[in-house]
């Protein structure tokens, strides 16, 4: 008889057994001639060799599909178990326009020209400039990339910034410490990666560190390497600070700004640093500009009506002051 443990590493052994463990007890079913033992995040197998060889060769398969695809169902096991075929067009990509899978299962890709371009340029290019109105999904396009990029290993950890524009000088009038101050205004970032990583896991790698969400002012005399890193509402950081962001950039990074020009919150608008870098970066090879438009809004419906009118009141304005 071989004894063999095998490691649940990344994964959430209450959710992949199944309520009750009733993924565990129909995988083990598969597999009468072993004896299963779970332990926590250890799965031991007791019985002869080539049961157990085989058995750890599919349920690595197995955890490996898991750990792409976010899903698991009790129909599915003799499937992902025993058909090759069908295990092999899951590991190979069998969703190639996908980007990353959220914590539902949902798959969640590029849906317009736009954004298929945002998630194409980044395999050219470290950094990229994505602007446009609100509702196209350029921060949650960016944020899937990361998380891909992270759970791929390209990148040791992901970062993301805002810059602390509208919390301002009302910053010290709300309750709790600083991270409490800021946490409802990076919230848009929290539920992003809410959306695309399981709740325990995220909640780890926000503890080490391995993602990090801080206002832009944090990034200062840091050098990021080996990091995926976003700037969100990158319209609203000034010409300095977006000089000071973008020299973070370390080996092996990949860098993302967001943001939208219609809507900048500094006192003076001419002091954007987004309207500038735009501007002097945009022929530099290696930096790509993406100027989304109400063509790649993906939320209620009325939000494209309503991004257009505010367009046409501007462009009404300008006109009639000329």
Aim: with cysteine.
């Amino acid at each position: 008889m071989t004894e063999v443990v095998i490691f649940l590493e990344d994964i959430d052994p209450v959710v992949f057994y199944g309520a009750n463990n009733a993924l565990l007890d129909k995988i083990r079913g598969f597999f009468p001639k072993l004896k299963i033992i779970a332990r926590g995040n250890e799965l031991k197998c007791v019985g002869e060799e080539t049961e157990i060889t085989l058995f750890a060769e599919r349920f690595n398969e197995l955890v490996e599909y898991y750990r792409k695809y976010h899903r698991l169902e009790e129909h599915d096991l003799e499937k992902y178990l025993f058909d090759r075929d069908h295990m092999k067009s899951a590991a190979t990509g069998e969703f190639e326009n996908v980007i990353v899978f959220g914590t539902s299962g949902r798959p969640i890709r590029a849906r317009t020209v736009n954004q298929l371009l945002l998630v194409n340029d980044y395999r050219t290019n470290d950094l990229i400039i994505a602007e446009g109105p609100a509702g196209t999904g350029k921060t949650y396009t960016s944020i899937a990339l990361a998380v891909r990029a992270l759970r791929d290993r390209e990148v040791k950890k992901i970062i993301l910034a805002r810059p602390a524009v509208e919390a301002g000088e009302r910053l010290g009038f709300l309750p709790g410490d600083m991270k409490e101050k800021l946490d409802p205004y990076l919230q848009p970032l929290y539920d992003a990666l809410h959306d695309m990583i399981p709740f325990k896991k995220l909640e780890t790698w926000l503890e080490d560190g391995t993602i990090q969400i801080a206002p832009l002012a944090f990034m200062r005399g840091r050098t990021l390497e080996n990091a995926f890193v976003i700037l969100d509402e990158a319209q609203n950081a000034t010409i300095s600070q977006l000089k000071m962001f973008l020299t973070r950039m370390g080996i092996n990074s990949k860098f993302i700004m967001t943001g939208d020009t219609t809507q900048i919150d500094l006192p003076k608008k001419n002091e954007s640093g987004l309207l500038q870098a735009m501007r002097i970066l945009a022929n530099i090879e290696g930096i790509s500009v993406i100027r989304f438009d109400e063509r790649d809004i993906v939320r209620h419906r009325l939000v494209k009506k309503i991004v257009k009118a505010y367009e046409n009141e501007e462009n009404g304005d300008k006109n009639s002051n000329s």
